[in-house]
């Protein structure tokens, strides 16, 4: 039955919604049928946008609905669970924004319903989706970089303060899931350890915080994420043995580039303490041309294919977890000044 | 007697040997007397660039001329202490490369040395006469910023390993001497702790670390020092309450940017979970032209100011050990897996 | 009456009708009532996108509908006249998509018609409506830059072939209206000559063009547009007596930059041949913030308040046809291989 | 003999002459002897740069030296002519700064005289040995672009005026000679006219004009050149059928960069005026490994070769005289307007 649509109910229509039903909208495989959204002017701004689709202030309506199969859940992080376990109770496929739960045991909790309820459960984990991010993996997987040392993230900007939880919750699922996606699904590298050290300018949650992830041997991840820097900055170097890449995805033009540089170290001479043989080699640039589908589009229909065809998407329930796991790590270690919490 | 020019024996005539030549050879106060380098194939280069200037092999020499008033120091770090020493004990002013000395029992040695001899040791920490420091240093003096929040400082490339220390000891004394003057001068404020971590991908030194420094209230500063990077980065963000700055130390037309682009957070309101009153605010941009002159070059004539003079540098024997401190207390952060290390 | 709402009806729903659409959509005082478009496929398009807006394929049934109040002409140049006389002898005003028309006379008669019928007749000039251009030009209006000496403007791209007409009267007529509107509105600068050299690379129609305006005075404007450039430029130098700019408007953060620098020369000594006095001067740069309102919305306000209050618009028919005639100037130019044509 | 030095005279030690001191000095093939300059204070800066160098007041004394057996001219340009003549006929290889003389006249004296006395006479166009150039010219010359569409320079900065002559003569030359060297050399594309617009904001030469180059068939140059813009500028598009490339030549990492992008398009329906089949392609971006040598050395060491050895160097009289005539032309279209100047 693949030719069939899927009729999606979204719920929630503020700052993320509206891109969510205008992707779920243009299909060809989904429609929306439905929205729900509790704040008045956010449901005014709905009937202006997209008059002809029906929107109500109650969630419940939306899960409750026959005529919807699958719940599109844009709401704050603190709700996720609640109405990700109602609507897959009520027999629905589920999609949720990042982060799937504020916590490991609600997230487990909804990978173990959906399991048994054999709903789909997935997670907007946008940025796997992305052509940068498709490009990079496929590289790392290919060995075209060589063994990876190092990821160093940077994503910071002056960015909207969360008003209940701190900026590791808000920003690092991106950078978390794209390590996942690039390091973890394509070589395996497995994270062992966890460490976060952050600040607080303003109020009770941090709004400054740079994460540490230790995998096995000597690969090492950074991430500074920052809602209180002068310009947007979202860039992601990893180094490889034989190559090395940066990817700005601020760029329009170049947002991956691939450098032809590598470090070659000789054995080292026990006799001296100054014989280093060291050799550098520096080559061309690439910038590879990469899909330039909308990568929210492409989630869009990978999660009509999971729900129509039963085609596992690249960001599933695990995959939530697994990230929800890393967050609740740094926070963790983001209380004890940065010590190292095992994974 | 400020009329006279300041004799100079440089020690080094390797990477950054002929640098310091050239600079004190430029005058107006200092000249070249004398060079000494161990190196057969050094000395040739000196003979070829500079024919009119007596090279030696044998350090020794130069320390004993009584030409020479002054002794500069361009050699590997372990040599520091002991060439140092050497020349202050004849009687000569000594400017060293950065960093002092490996340890601080060896940098306080020197420090203490030079004060009852009554010598000027200083050490080439260049960056603090650049127009860039000076003029940042002067905006956070001034209050133009506000209070300052943090500093995020990225010192990356394709850089030579050096054979006998890591990545820290090369590269983040110049991380830590620009705070150690932005903010330690200027508002005073005062490191409380320091973390490091990193890793090492060629042989035993770390070729990357991510320090940082934690001082008094919520202010915090992070360091990237990395000698395998496809791009040259030399980026620093401050964050002050009015205003933010970025120095790009690569641009060559606008390096350093002023952002009028700050968050102001109104009182949380307590009954509610949601209400966090965050407003934004950004307005123009400035680029502020910078004294151009060659900080090298004003390094020089600072040293000839205070031995001539006695006028004091800002970079002296305080600064030199206060420098190592940190490089001893991240070092110990380094073995520790990143524990906070308190100074 | 300023509490009406403008009735509008779109003829053309191909490459920038949907953005007018959403514009004049978004109100608060114009609304979309109809839509006609030839092509059933972008028909298609629009039922997808508004399904609530009445679509049909008939331009003629859209001008003659009584309650639409203004027709917003989208379609290819070489329809402009006939659609605009037609909706403006219905007694419509009219919006006309940029440039006004293919020749001086059709331009013409159609200024004289709306004249005559008391209708508005504005074109979508809508650089004049960007925070950028209203930036520069209030900068230029209150002697920043001091005398204007030049205009630089670089306009190119891999850009859409049009079938019908060369680059120049594509892509030019933006810098034209900048021109007329920075120079000539705010200092009074009247163009005198212009000449235009270009070559086509694939049949008849130029792609690329350089055009030179030469005003009384030292004053030159010169214009490079092109279709076929691997990367896309917009950027304008203004060069004044007193300060510089420069606009990328592909810049997201700092699309204008003031700088403050400039020449300043002397009394040339006469009796020596090398005797030049010239002094540089360079300071601060400045990126000024923009009003960053989406330049289309703007003028789409604009086109309300003049239809509904007679507050006459920047981009009006003597406007229209001003620019216009600068084109078919720089025609006749490139057609005599670059000879300047007087104004 | 190929093993021997070829002894160097430079007369002229201002802007540009230490530079060829120090490139010259350097070798291996060539040495510098002696260096004439008139005026006082720039013999004092040799005298303290270079101590080790003779250096005299009076050219004719370095050109009349028995042990220099080559004359390097680095002075202002009306002096040339004569300075050149003299050294040949003195039987001296000699060197001259760009562009070799001020009028086609005196340029093909020169390069006459030097063919009759079997001397060499080249011309320091110091770009044809950048790295850039000759793998812009292997990319040509390989047919890795296609067929060359145009090629548009930019060459403008905030630039020391020149006392005697226009922005055209002073700037103009870099373009030309690369123009001449990519175009003319590797695909044997002839310059047919050539047309300058230019203006003088500071007394009577012309400190903007622009340059249209036009070849056989559809191939047009176009060059910028400025001493009045607020940023330092040198690009260089070069759009071929097949491939494009930017030459940003102030970028320190990619200043070559290569778009797989190109337009084709395809056979025009002759039936309908709107059909046209044009198809855009876009893919890569590589920016190709540079060989990183300075070419002034490089271009000293073929001039030493050319001394030596008779190897034909690449800016020979000939190469001198082209440019001078390109250059010629040009001031003729100046002061016609812009009228086209056939070559």
Chains 1, 2, 3, 4 share one sequence.
């Not at 294919?305 to 690249?314: N, Q, R, V």
Request: glycine share 8%; proline share 4%.
């Amino acid at each position: 039955m693949t030719a069939a649509q899927l009729r999606i109910g979204v719920i929630g229509y503020g700052y993320w919604g509206p891109n969510l039903v205008r992707n779920f909208a243009a299909g060809p495989r989904t429609r929306v049928v439905a929205i729900a959204e509790s704040v008045p002017a956010r449901r005014q701004a709905a009937a202006v946008a997209v008059p002809h689709i029906r929107c109500v202030a109650d969630a419940a309506a939306v899960i409750a609905d026959p005529e919807v199969d699958a719940v599109v859940i844009a709401t704050p992080l603190f709700t996720h669970h609640g109405l990700a376990r109602a609507a897959l109770e009520a027999g629905k496929h589920v999609l949720v924004e990042k982060p799937l739960a504020p916590s490991v045991a609600e997230a487990e909790e909804l990978a173990g319903l959906a399991a048994r309820a054999g709903r789909v459960l997935m997670i907007d984990h946008t940025f796997v989706y992305t052509g940068a991010v498709r490009k990079i993996a496929s590289l790392i997987a290919g060995g075209e970089l060589g063994r990876v040392l190092y990821l160093d993230s940077v994503r910071i900007n002056l960015g909207l303060f969360q008003p209940d939880y701190n900026v590791i919750w808000d920003l690092a699922p991106h950078d978390l899931t794209i390590i996942d996606f690039v390091l973890g699904k394509t070589v395996g590298a497995t994270a062992r350890w966890i460490s976060a050290i952050g600040v607080s300018h303003y109020g009770r949650h941090e709004n400054l915080a740079y994460l540490t992830v230790g995998f096995d041997g000597d690969l090492l991840a950074h991430i500074h994420v920052n809602w209180v820097a002068p310009v947007k900055t979202r860039r992601m170097i990893i180094a490889g043995s034989k190559k090395m890449l940066v990817w700005d995805d601020t760029s329009p033009v170049e947002p991956v580039k691939i450098y032809e540089s590598s470090v070659d170290v000789k054995a080292i001479d026990k006799e001296s303490a100054y014989a280093l043989n060291v050799q550098y080699r520096s080559g061309d640039i690439t910038s590879p041309k990469l899909d330039g589908r909308e990568a929210l589009s492409v989630m869009a229909q990978a999660f009509a294919a999971e729900c129509l065809d039963g085609k596992a998407s690249d960001s599933g329930a695990a995959v939530g977890v697994r990230i929800v796991r890393l967050l609740a790590a740094a926070q963790r270690s983001l209380e004890q000044q940065g010590a190292r919490v095992a994974l």
